[in-house]
């Protein structure tokens, strides 16, 4: 089953937006099919267009041309509500940087993150999957009470909280050492294996993407795929 | 998604309302609108409900006519055959002695019977329990009430007297009830028997007599006596309905303040209500983008939000509504005074609706218009800081402009009184605007002078100059508040009172014969009054202008009806008082003695429409003199001094029936004097304008105190616009202070760098602040009060430096947790 496709993807963002004056082409006709239980790392370096490639498969955004699905469901059809609607229990996100709700505790996070799901039993769960990335006693705490590598622990509890067929992760570990960062990885990989969630990485760590079952390089707008074992 | 996870997620939401600076002003600012709207509705709700619940009881009757002159005798025959009980009293000051102690009191006459409705409650001794009675005062006797009995030190049994009458207190008067229908009932209260009065001598030409009839019968009896009497215009009914004038006018008059004050409140509330919402708005995006990312709709980001919002607005409303009614207990215990045997009855909860319709109008109108245009935010803003929605800001506008006239119509009974204090607060703020704009405008060249801290601050308020505007112009709003409040009302009473001398006459001498005339300068040469003036009156009723019979029916205006139905004070004079100023014409020196001239104040010019060379006929007694208008004056009639409408030049009115009058101050140590005047000239009526113009001002004391209690509110709210408008700040220098402070600036360095910003944005605010309230001032002193008003540099000096000085605590206290926060938790965005 396809779990995310893409047809021809192309985004320019106006000059007014930009900043010039000439309309700036970020994606160039990107074809992309992601089969469900995947896990696939989008590659580029700064600037390459893979936030802007992520968002859009995620429904963030809608392309400027090309017609892109989502868990089936053909994008390009419905409107923000409607995506959003789409993405609730579907898609989860691990940010780069955290984006969790500052004035809401980890537990409540996460319990947001479930409920808006329709998980029944939000709370209980939540609790559980903090549990598992080792936050059982951080429960209470604002974000600020916690470290960076904590805080993305409770942004994974929180992708993973809904049950999401499809994870985006946006450079999981770009606000992160090294040490904290790999133990990061290692969490989001297992959970992904546990719940075998489709996931799609965007990073320009190569040896981050190597993890991945599928790589893909996005260079000029346009994304090349390069063949690899998983380790 | 469903309301029960939008009202969960806004429970959660305003359990964290510590992490939110800006909603905890929100919160405040509605607190304080609501506590003072409520503290003035249920006050007023009770004494509306007080005065409307009064019954005959308040008058002591069904039906009263009351006047100054005589009731016509016919009117007790027509009541009396249409089976009606009447009664008549008579109202009058006068100065009782009592041993060395004098007093001004409020001397009633009455009649047995009295009174027709309610009844009596006196005590054996000052009191003592006190026991109902349906008798009055024997001949001979009085009753006196508390205060008087403590002015003048009473016993049961004291003599006192009054005029030349010589009564023996036989009672404690506790209690009537028609007490209070005219200003004279504020004085303490003698009761007499109406027979004693006929043989006092103080029913004479001159005296300030009020005549009542009272009347009790049903009410179509009474309906029928109105119908068929046909009253002098001198002479008014008064019905139940229309009882205590007195208080519903200061109260009424008071009402018109207090909802100014609470207009003020709620305009200002709404500024920092409309500051924090749009700072919240801003602050949300992030996190509703994030909502959206995982999955909420628009709606249910609106519909959470919205609760949230409501909820806090609940809470505030509720706390608000409970200082309120603490605050209405305050005003009606200040207010006490005005409103004796007036039960006010326990607040009405449902007064509180028009109070929690407020915070409504100020949550749906100012509050809710940021978080609608935030709930639009693209989930694209995760990735993209700059992500937004085309939100426009001219709906939060319109929003906000409709809700200031919801405000308006909702918090004034009036709403010409509420379109000029909108209109004045919208110059006043067009006003800030412009100066401050200026101001900031000339810095640009101080801004690279002086140490790296001034220049940071300076270059602070350059680099986002439309938002330092914003802020001077807000913070300016506040301390304009805050000097109207103290200082110009302040400077207002002063400049007020600095027009009456320190010898302002405090005794008024009047129904003087002129025979009386010679003893009397002799009597008070005796005791060092040398330079007494003393004044001929005459009383004159207009019965021709230019040659043409007038009566009231020739004027149409009935201001002007009523004014020509009475007879004229008139005088005779070759003096004109500083208190009098020429308008038109010369004043007359002695080539005018016999010369039948017209000296007539404005009033008779507008009044009547005449000028200079007009002819007026007046009547006095069997015989008429015509006078040619020779000048126009203004008088200031508050100067305590003897004025009169109308003045000839003396030799003309000679042979007129007269009677003198004169004042003089009489220090607090002569007292004794009047004693003496009153035994040796029994006749004359000595008005003492102290006791009087004491128990005005305690009467004004206590409105100015409930005034200034509501006025405490908008201090209040002055200084939540000015906490509104730092804490709009406090996340971007946050982030700019952590950055600074990474690239290698000190904390001290920061520290004052944003003092120094906030010393010149206080010192522009109040310098803004000062110059509005100047203009104010100006305004109202010159066009409302009459009075001369100049600037006032003290003023200035206290708004600049309260100005920095506020801003400068209210700016460290908001961001000394910032500078001692480590910068790497600011620039993570924690």
């Given at each position: 089953m396809t779990a995310v496709e893409a047809k021809a993807l192309i985004k320019d963002v106006n000059p007014a937006q930009s900043g010039g004056t000439n309309l700036l082409h970020i994606l160039r006709g990107v074809n992309l099919k992601v089969n469900a239980g995947e896990t696939v790392a989008i590659l580029g370096g700064s600037g390459s267009g893979k936030t802007t490639l992520l968002s859009l498969l995620a429904g963030l955004d809608l392309p400027s041309q090309g017609?892109?699905?989502?868990?089936?469901?053909?994008?390009?059809?419905?409107?923000?509500?409607?995506?959003?609607?789409?993405?609730?229990?579907?898609?989860?996100?691990?940010?780069?940087?955290?984006?969790?709700?500052?004035?809401?505790?980890?537990?409540?996070?996460?319990?947001?993150?479930?409920?808006?799901?329709?998980?029944?039993?939000?709370?209980?769960?939540?609790?559980?999957?903090?549990?598992?990335?080792?936050?059982?006693?951080?429960?209470?705490h604002l974000p600020h009470q916690l470290s960076g590598g904590e805080q993305q622990r409770v942004a994974i509890a929180r992708a993973f909280a809904g049950k999401p067929r499809i994870?985006?992760?946006?450079?999981?570990?770009?606000?992160?050492?090294?040490?904290?960062?790999?133990?990061?990885i290692e969490l989001l990989f297992e959970l992904n294996r546990a719940q075998g969630t489709t996931l799609i990485l965007v990073t320009h760590d190569a040896a981050l993407a190597e993890r991945c079952r599928r790589v893909l390089h996005l260079r000029d707008g346009q994304l090349h795929e390069q063949e690899q074992q998983v380790a | 998604?469903?309301?029960?996870?939008?009202?969960?997620?806004?429970?959660?939401?305003?359990?964290?309302?510590?992490?939110?600076?800006?909603?905890?002003?929100?919160?405040?600012?509605?607190?304080?609108a609501v506590t003072a709207a409520a503290a003035v509705g249920l006050f007023s709700d009770r004494m509306r409900g007080a005065l409307e619940a009064q019954s005959g009881e308040a008058l002591g009757a069904d039906l009263l006519v009351t006047g100054r002159e005589a009731l016509p005798a016919d009117l007790a025959d027509a009541a009396e055959q249409l089976g009606i009980q009447t009664l008549e009293h008579l109202n009058f000051p006068s100065l009782v002695l009592?041993?060395?102690?004098?007093?001004?009191?409020?001397?009633?006459?009455?009649?047995?019977?009295?009174?027709?409705?309610?009844?009596?409650?006196?005590?054996p001794e000052a009191f003592s329990p006190a026991a109902t009675t349906r008798d009055i005062p024997k001949p001979g006797e009085a009753w006196a009430d508390a205060r008087l009995w403590s002015e003048l030190g009473l016993q049961t049994g004291s003599q006192v007297q009054v005029g030349n009458l010589k009564l023996t207190v036989s009672a404690f008067l506790e209690y009537e009830p028609d007490r209070g229908v005219g200003f004279v009932d504020l004085a303490p209260r003698l009761l007499v028997n109406r027979q004693d009065i006929a043989d006092s001598g103080l029913l004479g030409p001159g005296s300030r007599v009020q005549y009542t009839r009272m009347f009790s019968a049903a009410a179509n009896s009474l309906a029928q006596l109105r119908k068929t009497t046909d009253l002098p215009p001198a002479l008014r009914w008064?019905?139940?309905?229309?009882?205590?004038?007195?208080?519903?006018?200061?109260?009424?008059?008071?009402?018109?303040?207090?909802?100014?004050?609470?207009?003020?409140?709620?305009?200002?509330?709404?500024?920092?209500?409309?500051?924090?919402?749009?700072?919240?708005?801003?602050?949300?995006?992030?996190?509703?983008?994030?909502?959206?990312?995982?999955?909420?709709?628009?709606?249910?980001?609106?519909?959470?939000?919205?609760?949230?919002l409501l909820l806090l607005g609940a809470i505030s409303t509720l706390l608000g509504l409970l200082a309120g009614y603490a605050g209405q207990a305050v005003l009606a215990n200040l207010l006490a005074g005005l409103i004796q045997n007036l039960d006010l009855p326990a607040p009405a909860l449902g007064a509180m609706i028009a109070p929690a319709g407020l915070a409504m109008i100020m949550l749906l109108g100012f509050a809710a218009p940021p978080l609608v245009t935030a709930s639009g935010t693209p989930p694209m803003r995760v990735f993209q800081r700059s992500?937004?929605?085309?939100?426009?800001?001219?709906?939060?506008?319109?929003?906000?402009?409709?809700?200031?006239?919801?405000?308006?119509?909702?918090?004034?009974?009036?709403?010409?009184?509420?379109?000029?204090?909108?209109?004045?607060?919208?110059?006043?703020?067009?006003?800030?605007?412009?100066?401050?704009?200026?101001?900031?405008?000339?810095?640009?060249?101080?801004?690279?002078?002086?140490?790296?801290?001034?220049?940071?601050?300076?270059?602070?308020?350059?680099?986002?100059?439309?938002?330092?505007?914003?802020?001077?112009?807000?913070?300016?709003?506040?301390?304009?508040?805050?000097?109207?409040?103290?200082?110009?009302?302040?400077?207002?009473?002063?400049?007020?009172?600095?027009?009456?001398?320190?010898?302002?006459?405090?005794?008024?001498l009047i129904n003087i014969q002129s025979e009386q005339l010679d003893p009397l300068k002799s009597f008070f040469a005796a005791r060092g009054y040398d330079q007494l003036r003393l004044w001929p009156m005459a009383r004159g009723r207009l019965v021709e202008l230019n040659g043409e019979a007038v009566t009231a029916d020739s004027f149409e205006d009935p201001d002007t009806q009523r004014w020509i139905n009475r007879d004229f004070n008139m005088s005779w004079s070759d003096y004109i008082g500083w208190d009098n100023?020429?308008?038109?014409?010369?004043?007359?020196?002695?080539?005018?003695?016999?010369?039948?001239?017209?000296?007539?104040?404005?009033?008779?010019?507008?009044?009547?429409?005449?000028?200079?060379?007009?002819?007026?006929?007046?009547?006095?007694?069997?015989?008429?003199?015509?006078?040619?208008?020779?000048?126009?004056?203004?008088?200031?009639?508050?100067?305590?001094?003897?004025?009169?409408?109308?003045l000839a030049p003396p030799g003309v009115i000679e042979n007129v029936p007269a009677q003198w009058l004169t004042s003089f101050y009489l220090p607090r140590d002569q007292r004794s004097l009047l004693r003496d005047l009153m035994t040796e000239f029994p006749n004359i009526t000595a008005l003492d304008l102290e006791a009087a113009m004491n128990q005005v001002r305690s009467i004004v004391d206590r409105l100015v105190q409930a005034v200034e209690f509501m006025l405490l509110f908008t201090l209040l709210a002055g200084l939540v616009v000015l906490l509104a408008a730092i804490e709009g700040t406090r996340g971007e220098r946050a982030r700019e202070t952590a950055l600074l402070r990474t690239l290698g600036a000190s904390s001290r360095t920061l520290q004052w760098g944003l003092l120094s910003e906030f010393a010149v944005l206080g010192l522009i605010a109040g310098l803004v602040a000062a110059a509005t309230a100047q203009g104010i001032a100006w305004l109202l002193a010159v066009q409302v009060f009459d009075i001369p008003y100049g600037l006032s540099p003290g003023l200035w000096l206290i708004s600049t430096l309260a100005g920095a000085g506020l801003v400068m605590l209210f700016g460290w206290l908001s961001l000394r947790g910032v500078l001692r926060t480590p910068p790497t938790r600011v620039l993570q965005g924690a």
């Open positions: 017609e892109n699905w989502l868990d089936g469901q053909r994008l390009n059809d419905l409107d923000e509500d409607g995506r959003a609607a789409l993405r609730a229990g579907r898609v989860g996100f691990v940010f780069q940087s955290f984006q969790l709700l500052p004035g809401f505790s980890a537990l409540e996070n996460v319990m947001l993150a479930a409920e808006l799901a329709g998980e029944r039993n939000a709370e209980s769960s939540a609790r559980q999957i903090l549990a598992q990335v080792g936050l059982q006693d951080r429960l209470e994870l985006f992760a946006d450079e999981p570990t770009g606000n992160l050492d090294t040490v904290t960062g790999e133990r990061i | 998604m469903n309301k029960r996870l939008a009202l969960r997620y806004a429970g959660r939401r305003l359990r964290r309302i510590t992490s939110a600076g800006e909603l905890r002003v929100l919160a405040l600012a509605i607190f304080i009592a041993g060395d102690n004098t007093a001004l009191a409020a001397i009633k006459a009455v009649s047995p019977g009295y009174p027709l409705r309610g009844e009596l409650r006196i005590a008064i019905t139940p309905s229309e009882a205590r004038p007195e208080v519903r006018q200061a109260l009424d008059r008071a009402g018109k303040f207090l909802d100014i004050a609470v207009l003020a409140v709620a305009l200002l509330a709404a500024v920092a209500v409309a500051l924090t919402a749009q700072q919240h708005g801003e602050r949300l995006r992030d996190e509703i983008a994030v909502m959206k990312c995982l999955g909420a709709s628009r709606a249910f980001v609106l519909q959470a939000h919205i609760l949230s992500a937004e929605n085309s939100g426009s800001t001219s709906v939060i506008w319109a929003t906000a402009s409709l809700a200031v006239l919801a405000i308006l119509g909702w918090q004034t009974r009036e709403l010409e009184l509420g379109a000029y204090v909108l209109a004045g607060s919208a110059a006043a703020l067009i006003l800030l605007a412009l100066i401050t704009w200026l101001l900031v405008r000339s810095l640009t060249g101080l801004r690279h002078r002086g140490g790296l801290s001034w220049r940071f601050g300076l270059g602070n308020i350059a680099r986002r100059r439309r938002r330092s505007i914003g802020q001077a112009v807000a913070l300016g709003l506040g301390l304009l508040a805050l000097l109207l409040v103290s200082v110009v009302r302040e400077d207002l009473l002063n400049a007020w009172q600095d027009r009456l001398p320190a010898d302002t006459p405090n005794v008024f100023k020429i308008t038109e014409g010369e004043w007359w020196g002695d080539e005018a003695d016999g010369q039948a001239w017209l000296s007539a104040e404005e009033y008779a010019r507008e009044r009547l429409g005449i000028g200079i060379g007009d002819r007026m006929t007046l009547q006095f007694g069997p015989e008429k003199i015509e006078f040619t208008v020779h000048n126009f004056r203004e008088v200031q009639w508050d100067s305590f001094q003897p004025n009169f409408f109308l």
